[in-house]
């Protein structure tokens, strides 16, 4: 009557199996680490890194627990693990030696942190630590918002200065074209023209056209197809935290979260950085580009050893290098709307780039005249140059154009992003701000794990004294269910934040009342007068539906707050969820096979241990 099917027990100790792996790493402790991530905006931290990260460790007769590459986080980084502080010190002054040729001006920043003692064979399998939230191991928390209008204006701009340059290349004559709100209107004197315009603009695929009048003048009006203005607006957002990645790595944090929230903000947490004016100031920088000509007066080959004119600048960082080229700046990076990866016409890997109106027309009156010769594309960072590509002038340019010969996808796409990393897509304002100090933070830890042991430990003595051994299944099934929430917290990635820690004691609270409600089901049956076997099964089953009637309505506040909360209220909104989610499944479905297997196997059960059944007097 009251057996669990075998293959069931099987479910609840794989369950309980997988907890336990998933949860353990937050147990065992950190090492001092080293990390390698990138200085500058064109160099790459690949796996070749480790094996020069390997080398220069080897040489320098440092050991190490081993050389890792992390590519999933935010930018890629190189990581050494260290027995002790003293040779991670070491460590760090060997490596900015052997990988950084300039001290002045470091390709690679190597900073030290802290790396947990997981086993590769855990981390094969997904096994990871919490990563802990500000509140828990101090930093800096900015909270910025996305001038989405901005972002929309600057790619309206790029498509009005692209439509005026395609009919003028194409011979279309227009009787003027205008900005009307979100939409570009462009006048014809005629049907004919219109229709010739609208072949010759059919290539842009973003756009939607549609037919008008303007008192005496037909009219062509251009609009973003809703994905097109979808795309702008996400492609706004990604950028500025592509760059403000790049950005971060000057700081030398070891752990940084930039990540979206919402449609238009974006989160950036700086652990262990507690000069909020120096990380305002990097995030705050702008780095330039500018698109130049190459002097036609020095021989290529011979740079190193001719005279530069006084009106240009050798250059010998970078691609194509070393190369001359003219002082004066054709473009710069303000002037570029959009740059994507494409394909040329023979389905080469290529750069697209769109330019505003006035860059348009500088790039026209530049190139008219030096077809043939070279053009350069150079990023200053830091006030230092680099020269990102060098290509031949094949024909006049106008406000779209593309770079071909990248030789692959990769390279494309890295110019790409290049090319608008210069300086954000898009203005962002700091509309929240906090500072936390590491001491606070341990403090915290403290007092949450302290809040959340003894609460359980007083529920786990009120629980025992009260039901007897029935309490002793509910507290073993409110210890997995915190282990699966770990576990589950764990293996998501979730940063644990004090709120989460708050939302897990709450937990305890829920999970625990499920218990409860099943324990008392069980003896209003027994006070009924049914025989123990028949008061387990119907207090299991008719508890079921008021627990799930609780937990539902308790979920959809979490998912509330999920929805429309932000920041410390969401990470409290998913950790309430879940534990809610992992509550329901430890209460009914492991409790009740613990409790199937303890008494289910006596045919003659007698009586359960379940406290004192109040059996009420009869009336007299």
Known sequence: MNRYPIWKYILIAVVVLLGALYTAPNYMGESPALQVTSGKSTVKVDSDIVARVEQLLAEAKLPTSGVTFDAGSSSPSVRARFADIDTQFKAKLALER???????????????????????????????????GLDLRGGVHFLMQVDTKAALNKRIQGFQAAIRGELRDK??????????????????????????????????????????????????????????LKAT???????????????????????????????????????GVQDVARAKSI?????????????????????????????????????????????????????????????????????????NGDGGRRMREATRDNVGKGMAIVLFEKGKPEVLSVATIQDELGSRFRITGMGSIENSTELALLLRAGALYAPMQV???????????????????????????AIAVFMIIYYMVFGVFSVLALAINVLLLVAILSLMGITLTLPGIAAIALALGMAIDANVLINERVREELRAGASPQSAISAGFDRAWATIF?????????????????SGAIRGFAIVHGLGILTSMFSAVFVSRGVVNLWYGRKKKLQSLSIGTVWVPKEAK
């Open 549 to 565: 009637d609780s937990n539902v309505t308790t979920l959809i506040v979490a998912l509330a707050l999920l929805v429309f909360g």
């Open 98 to 132: 052997g990988l950084n040729g300039d001290p002045e001006d470091p390709a690679y920043i190597v900073t030290s942190n802290l790396m947990a003692n997981t086993p590769a064979w855990m981390q094969k399998l997904g096994a990871h630590p919490m990563y802990l």
């Open 283 to 355: 995030i705050g920088r702008t780095a330039t580009l500018e698109v130049r000509l190459v002097d036609q007066t020095v021989p290529r080959g011979t740079e190193l050893t001719a005279a530069v004119p006084f009106n240009s600048e050798l250059f010998t960082v970078g691609k194509n290098v070393p190369v001359v080229l003219q002082k004066d700046v054709i473009i710069s990076g303000d002037y570029i709307s959009s740059a994507t990866a494409s394909f040329d016409e023979n389905q080469q890997p290529a750069v697209s780039i769109d330019l």
């Open 171 to 228: 011979n279309v004559r227009h009787a003027g074209i205008e900005r009307a709100g979100d939409s570009i209107v462009v006048k014809f004197r005629d049907d004919a023209t219109r229709q010739a315009a609208r072949k010759a603009l059919g290539e842009m695929n973003e756009l939607q056209f549609a037919d008008g009048t303007s008192g005496a003048d037909l009219t062509l009006t251009a609009a973003m197809k809703p994905a097109a």
């Open 431 to 457: 509309i929240e701000e906090r500072l936390v100090g590491p001491q606070l933070g341990a403090e915290n830890i403290t007092k949450g794990f302290n809040a959340t042991l003894y609460g359980f430990l």
């Open 233 to 271: 607006l996400d492609n706004g957002v990604k950028q500025n935290i592509a760059t403000l990645s790049k950005r971060v790595n000057e700081l030398g944090v070891s752990e940084p979260i930039i990540q979206q929230q919402g449609a238009d903000r974006i989160v950036v947490q700086l652990p």
